[in-house]
Each structure stands twice: as C-alpha cells, then as structure tokens.
C-alpha cells in the first residue's frame, strides 16, 4: 500500500511542527515563564490534583470553568470556549470555517500554527509579509481581501517572532473591512497588557485568543477563545466532548484563585525583560527590537547560525530564525531569570568577540 497516496496534498506539502529537544542548561527558545509557582502555592495544587478523581471523566465542556472566565472577562457565558491550548482553538476555528476554496490570511512573519491548521483543515493560506517595520502592511492586505475574501484572518497581538504589537487602527481598518473572522491573538497579554475585549461589542467578527501557557501554566495547555455567542455556539460542535482534561481543569481554576500570584511574576518576568534589553542593546552588533512579548527579537551581524550553534555548545538554548530577506540574522530569546539572562549575555558577548 502507498500511504502517500491516501494522503491529502495540503499534509505531504508541509513540514511536522519541529520542537528542538537537544539537551540544554539554560532553556531559552520557548516563550515559557521560567518562574516556578512559589512553594507555598505548590502544595496547595498539588493538594488540590490530589483531589481530582482519575476514574472519572472530567465535565464536558468545562461549564463551571466557562463560567468563571466569563466572569473575568466581563462577557456572556456563551461567547467563551476553552481548548487544549490555543493551538486546539485555532485547529477548532479552520476547521468550523474550512470549505472548497476558503482562504485564511495570515501576516508573515507570525504563529506557525496558525499556517500548519489552516493548511491541514483544507483551507488556501495568503500569507502577506509584514512591512519593514515589522508592523503590517495595511494596503498589502486590503487588496489581498478585495480580491480574495479570507474566511479567517489571524493577527497575533504581540506577534511572535517579532515581538511588536501591530499598530491598533489598521487591525481595526481589517476588522471593519474583512468579509471572515478576524482573530486577534493576544496569547502574550500578561506581558502586554493590551487587549481587543473593549471592542467585542463593536465588531461581529471579532474573535480573541487567550492562553495560561505564557504566564505559568504551559504544561497545563490551557486556551481561551471570546467572541460573538453565534459564532461560539458553531464551534462547540466542532469542538472534542473531553477536551479539556480534569487535572487542567483543576489548574484553571486554581490560576482564577491565585491569580495575583501569577500576575506578580509577570511583572517580575517584565522587570527582567527591561534589564535583558538594556545589556543586548550594550552588545556591539546585536540588535534588540522592541518587544510587548516575554521575549526578545533581535539580529547580530554576525554568522546567526554560528551564534547558535555556540551558544548550544555552552549550554543554552535560543530560537535561530535566521533567512533570506529582512529575517536574515534574526534570532529570539525568552526572558529567562535574572541569572539565566545573565549567563545568557555573558556567554554571547564572549562568542562575538570571540
């Protein structure tokens, strides 16, 4: 049998999501926080997934957790949707909205997945480059939507690699204009502090992204999706009965009770992003860019490849996107502890004046 042959084109195109497992002391490429939850709230959980009964299903459709981000977020019951991640809400929206010829637009650089579910759920991917400012470029994609209506659009807010948030009144001049769903992506929020949910109001196809990933809970996979009830009430049926596991329910509602602890190390995380940048912008030949994120996008003058390579013989892990065009020297860097970022400097300054 050729399994190739049973294959979708759309999947035998693409390349497997690559997630670098070399072994390494500083980790360093992933956007996580590097903050453990404090002791005292370690027993408290670990007290609390003690109590989850494992013999059972958890409750399908995360009811009681709907309600209580809700809650949080000032809006109905019915326009919250929890997944597996975001990734799962964002493979949950291109397969709802997926049709013959249906197109998702998406800027590039940005969110891989955002390309890797559009493409496996059968949707068309118009990918337009960002402008030279890594901002977007606005008329690029108003003539891209007139000739070729995307059913979804997606805008990471702040975008990742890059790390800026797009400028507030050409995402609007999308939402106003876009014929499909636009999906602004704000899984860097705690970092930001930015956020669309004023404008759910305003904008039928507004949909937001939200994720405990970033702030301390990756491990968890736990995703958040508001938008308009209409919308939300099509893609429940899409959505896996189970989806969301006891344990990550459990540390859902652990994050809505201990919230201000994990808020805390947020702004700790963005002290060090602050200090992180200020010792890259000292560097002879590195160049930081301003960021919204838990990270730091930035090129060297030097051989992007062979930065990397040196900094994993030392030990730490980054994210190397070096390429052709504007992403040619390109690297990110997650900010880490205040002595993992210390290290992280000392060992790169020694391999560019090396």
């Given at each position: 049998?050729?399994?190739?042959?049973?294959?979708?084109?759309?999947?035998?195109?693409?390349?497997?999501?690559?997630?670098?497992?070399?072994?390494?002391?500083?980790?360093?490429?992933?956007?996580?926080?590097?903050?453990?939850?404090?002791?005292?709230?370690?027993?408290?959980?670990?007290?609390?997934?003690?109590?989850?009964?494992?013999?059972?299903?958890?409750?399908?459709?995360?009811?009681?957790?709907?309600?209580?981000?809700?809650?949080?977020?000032?809006?109905?019951?019915?326009?919250?949707?929890?997944?597996?991640?975001?990734?799962?809400?964002?493979?949950?929206?291109?397969?709802?909205?997926?049709?013959?010829?249906?197109?998702?637009?998406?800027?590039?650089?940005?969110?891989?997945?955002?390309?890797?579910?559009?493409?496996?759920?059968?949707?068309?991917?118009?990918?337009?480059?960002?402008?030279?400012?890594?901002?977007?470029?606005?008329?690029?994609?108003?003539?891209?939507?007139?000739?070729?209506?995307?059913?979804?659009?997606?805008?990471?807010?702040?975008?990742?690699?890059?790390?800026?948030?797009?400028?507030?009144?050409?995402?609007?001049?999308?939402?106003?204009?876009?014929?499909?769903?636009?999906?602004?992506?704000?899984?860097?929020?705690?970092?930001?502090?930015?956020?669309?949910?004023?404008?759910?109001?305003?904008?039928?196809?507004?949909?937001?992204?939200?994720?405990?990933?970033?702030?301390?809970?990756a491990a968890m996979r736990i995703g958040l999706l508001i938008g308009p009830p209409g919308l939300v009430h099509e893609l429940r049926k899409v959505r896996l009965p189970y989806n969301i596991n006891a344990l990550s329910q459990a540390a859902a509602g652990f994050y809505l009770?201990?919230?201000?602890?994990?808020?805390?190390?947020?702004?700790?995380?963005?002290?060090?992003?602050?200090?992180?940048?200020?010792?890259?912008?000292?560097?002879?030949?590195?160049?930081?860019?301003?960021?919204?994120?838990?990270?730091?996008?930035?090129?060297?003058?030097?051989?992007?490849?062979?930065?990397?390579?040196?900094?994993?013989?030392?030990?730490?892990?980054?994210?190397?996107?070096?390429?052709?065009?504007?992403?040619?020297?390109?690297?990110?860097?997650?900010?880490?502890?205040?002595?993992?970022?210390?290290?992280?400097?000392?060992?790169?300054?020694?391999?560019?004046?090396?």
């Amino acid at each position: 049998m050729d399994i190739r042959a049973l294959i979708r084109e759309e999947v035998l195109a693409q390349e497997a999501y690559s997630v670098e497992t070399a072994p390494c002391r500083i980790k360093l490429d992933a956007n996580e926080n590097p903050l453990a939850i404090p002791a005292e709230l370690r027993k408290k959980f670990a007290t609390l997934l003690a109590s989850v009964p494992l013999n059972r299903y958890p409750e399908a459709g995360s009811v009681a957790l709907t309600a209580r981000f809700a809650a949080a977020f000032g809006v109905g019951e019915d326009q919250v949707l929890l997944g597996n991640g975001s990734d799962e809400l964002i493979q949950i929206l291109c397969a709802a909205l997926a049709r013959p010829g249906a197109e998702v637009m998406i800027p590039v650089p940005t969110f891989v997945m955002y390309r890797i579910s559009a493409q496996n759920a059968g949707c068309r991917v118009e990918a337009v480059p960002l402008d030279g400012a890594f901002d977007l470029d606005l008329e690029a994609m108003r003539e891209r939507m007139a000739a070729h209506p995307p059913v979804l659009t997606f805008l990471a807010w702040p975008n990742n690699p890059t790390g800026n948030c797009f400028t507030p009144e050409k995402i609007e001049t999308i939402l106003n204009e876009a014929p499909g769903i636009v999906v602004v992506d704000e899984a860097y929020f705690h970092f930001s502090g930015k956020t669309f949910l004023p404008l759910l109001g305003r904008y039928e196809n507004l949909v937001i992204l939200r994720t405990l990933s970033k702030v301390g809970l990756a491990a968890m996979r736990i995703g958040l999706l508001i938008g308009p009830p209409g919308l939300v009430h099509e893609l429940r049926k899409v959505r896996l009965p189970y989806n969301i596991n006891a344990l990550s329910q459990a540390a859902a509602g652990f994050y809505l009770d201990e919230e201000e602890a994990f808020l805390k190390q947020a702004r700790k995380i963005r002290r060090h992003r602050g200090e992180l940048f200020a010792a890259m912008e000292a560097l002879t030949g590195i160049h930081p860019r301003p960021t919204d994120a838990n990270f730091i996008f930035f090129s060297c003058d030097f051989d992007a490849d062979r930065v990397y390579k040196s900094l994993m013989e030392r030990g730490i892990l980054i994210k190397n996107l070096s390429a052709p065009g504007t992403m040619k020297g390109a690297m990110r860097v997650t900010v880490g502890t205040s002595e993992e970022n210390r290290q992280f400097i000392e060992v790169l300054r020694d391999i560019i004046s090396g």
